[in-house]
């Protein structure tokens, strides 16, 4: 048995309170600026205890959309400015799949100067076992192509190369602000892969892009990166219409 695991949970209170309070911060019901009431307050008016409402604050406090005052209370932050990735997960839940434009865009143009330098270091960093990694993947593709016609397979195994890719940077961070985004990268790009002749596009993208990794090209590697990404950001932006 190991001593560190513990029971599993459902939902929280505290979670619960920290979902109600963001939604209400991300719809703009609650103002920026605006004080909360105390926590005593708050916890009479949602009918949960004291230690609920002030562990859900501090949860909010450090994705960056209250800043907690002594004496003073919580006060509501532009989240824009002082948001961190956590928050970035929410807002991104908090649209439900139907982000709003300037999100919308936003996202891909991070994606694409993101993985552009994950292509990049992939070429220059990569080890023989993620090379190995990476062309097993691409076998996967293949067989996909003739034995499978789920579309939502397809897209997880795009998603999976990339994650592969993002690894061979060497870099800890970069795999991990993939997964950040896994969910509403996979819903947008679920549609256009409903598409064979797509789909055969993107893993002919990825067949060359791990021959540019494994001869060391991270020029133009980071190239063939960047013309896939605006490749789909092309079909997504046709879907969005």
């Known amino acids: 048995m190991l001593d560190s695991l513990e029971p599993i949970k459902t939902t929280s209170l505290k979670d619960i309170f920290v979902t109600r309070l963001e939604e209400l911060i991300l719809s703009g019901e609650l103002k920026i600026g605006q004080k909360l009431p105390s926590e005593r307050d708050l916890a009479e008016q949602l009918n949960v205890s004291r230690p609920v409402v002030h562990e859900g604050l501090v949860e909010l406090a450090a ?60 070429a220059e960093r990569h080890t023989a076992d993620q090379l190995k990694d990476l062309e097993r993947h691409l076998k996967k593709e293949d067989r996909a192509m003739s034995e499978v016609s789920d579309y939502l397979y397809i897209t997880d195994l795009d998603f999976d190369f990339h994650l592969l890719v993002a690894m061979a940077t060497g870099n800890m961070i970069y795999p991990m602000i993939l997964n950040s985004f896994k969910q509403v990268y996979t819903n947008l790009s679920s549609q256009f892969f409903k598409d064979e002749t797509v789909t055969r596009r993107v893993f002919d993208f990825h067949r060359v892009l791990v021959d540019k990794i494994k001869a060391g090209n991270s020029r133009e590697a980071a190239l063939i990166m960047k013309s896939m990404l605006e490749h789909g950001e092309e079909a997504l932006r046709k879907l969005v219409k």
């Not at 959309?65 to 004496?71: C, F, I, Q, W």
């Not at 932050?77 to 990735?85: E, F, L, P, T």
Request: positive net charge; aromatic residues 6%; without cysteine.
């Open 63 to 122: 994705r960056g959309m209250v800043t907690l005052k002594p004496r003073s209370g919580a006060i509501i932050n532009d989240y824009r400015k002082q948001g961190s990735i956590t928050l970035l997960s929410s807002l991104i839940n908090y649209h439900k799949g139907t982000l709003e434009p300037r999100l919308f865009s936003s996202l891909l143009e991070m994606r694409i100067h993101l993985e552009t330098e994950f292509a990049l270091l992939a």
